[in-house]
């Protein structure tokens, strides 16, 4: 069974701080890593997809892989209360993203 | 781009009529759409994937007569909610694939659809 295992929070962080969101999955075989954003009510929105091992920058956000670990992570810097939703992990084994396994999601609350 | 729709984003039926969802990819071909439900603090669930021109693939515990799914062309997925009860009040979600460069692939999802059954 391919797992894939998020802190569900809450995770509160003050208003310009760092936020750090963790995930980490079964298939050691895994090849495609992303995050959605998904705020009350909504449906997911992508925020990052990182296939290689190291960091992946995109503005306020950086996915960090670490195969070897098997963990993603998601840090925002500067977070902003409009950053304050669930963050979903999915992992795809295949290397696609036909094949996704979502984590539960981990909720941010950012304190203004 | 990548760009997915969803209609009608709400719904409010009796129990026992059926309701159909679209779901349409609006600047790209998608050969493959998923539909996944939500529950009230869970994480998605999900239901079927959809491939143009072939029978949905249903997960397990996923009555396929009851959620009857259409994928006639590589723009538009349908679901039907067969008879309705108020336990299949949800949030449906369907989500459609884009090829990326190198052969990646992205996974977008619509709006969603809050099915309400009375």
């Known amino acids: 069974q391919k797992e894939v295992e998020q802190n569900s929070g809450p995770l509160s962080v003050p208003e310009g701080a760092i936020a750090s969101l963790n995930c980490t999955y079964s298939?050691?075989?895994?090849?495609?890593f992303f995050w959605y954003r998904q705020y009350s009510g909504k449906s997911p929105e992508l925020i990052m997809f990182?296939?290689?091992?190291g960091d992946k920058e995109d503005g306020r956000f950086t996915a960090q892989l670490n195969k070897a670990s098997q963990y993603v992570s998601l840090l925002i810097r500067d977070s902003q209360p409009s950053d304050s939703a669930t963050y979903l992990c999915?992992?795809?084994?295949?290397?696609?993203?036909?094949?996704?396994?979502f984590g539960t999601g981990t909720r941010l609350t950012v304190i203004p | 781009g990548a760009v997915v729709s969803q209609h009608p984003s709400r719904v409010i039926c009796k129990s026992g009529t059926s309701v159909k969802i679209e779901c349409r990819s609006l600047?790209?071909?998608?050969?493959?759409m998923f539909w996944y439900r939500q529950f009230p603090k869970q994480s998605l669930m999900l239901m079927a994937t959809?491939?143009?021109?072939?029978?949905?693939?249903?997960e397990q515990g996923v009555e396929k007569d009851k959620f009857l799914i259409n994928h006639a062309s590589l723009t538009l997925s349908t679901l039907t909610v067969t008879s309705a009860h108020p336990e299949d009040s949800s949030f449906y979600i369907c989500?459609?694939?884009?090829?990326?460069?190198?052969?990646?692939?992205?996974?977008?999802f619509g709006p969603g659809t809050r099915l309400l059954v009375l």
């Open positions: 989500s459609a694939t884009q090829h990326g460069g190198r052969g990646k692939e992205t996974q977008y």
């Open positions: 298939d050691r075989g895994s090849q495609s």
């Open positions: 990182i296939y290689s091992n």
């Open positions: 999915a992992v795809d084994p295949s290397g696609g993203a036909n094949n996704l396994f």
């Open positions: 600047d790209f071909q998608a050969t493959t």
């Open positions: 959809s491939n143009e021109g072939s029978k949905a693939t249903y």
